[in-house]
């Protein structure tokens, strides 16, 4: 059964995330992060993962607006929602490092950073993993609803504005997650990926 500490971090991760907004559809974030703790709940994890899963990009995208910025962030979640919790939400957070950083060209820089990602995949351990790809599965469904309802204008929301670059990183990603343990997540994940390619008539290397 969740506690009152799940109930926490309900209202807190809406506060948190009240003005920002998803890239594929312009919904309320909060719907991702919903989104990413039902999979993890469904999974069988438990109230740290499912916790973890609603803040696990708390610290990457609101240290900046938050009093005190990262340390201060990352010191509430911890205080208010245990060690495990703060554990997980630290490994969740992505962070260029300083080599992918100074790559000039944005696709590159970009192509670089989630090169990385994709590495830290093999990894983590089996609770970071089920929320990172509860995420990643979430993510690809969106796109595919938003390819649905936008076409082609869809990349035109993402950083480099290609196709190819999103359905390469889904792609490896999803190899990645099927190599690091082959669960039922990765499983969807890898079938949603497919079900991407078709719709938008990509063939998938």
Known sequence: ???GRFDRALQFTSELHRKQRRKTSGAPYVSHLLGVCALVLEDGGTEDE???ALLHDSVEDQSASYSGGHEALAAYVAR???PEVARLVEALTERPSAETSAIADKRERWRAHKRAYIE???SYDASVRRISCADSLYNVRSLISG???LGDDLWKRFLTRHASDQ???CSEIARA???AGGTRLACDLDDAV???HKLTGAVRS
Do not use: P, V
């Open 167 to 169: 359905l390469w990183a």
């Open 80 to 82: 208010e929602f245990g």
């Open 147 to 149: 390819y649905r309802a």
């Open 120 to 122: 830290q995949i093999l």
């Open 1 to 3: 059964m969740l506690s």
């Open 177 to 179: 997650f099927l190599k």
């Open 194 to 196: 497919d079900q991407l």
């Open 50 to 52: 499912a916790i973890a």
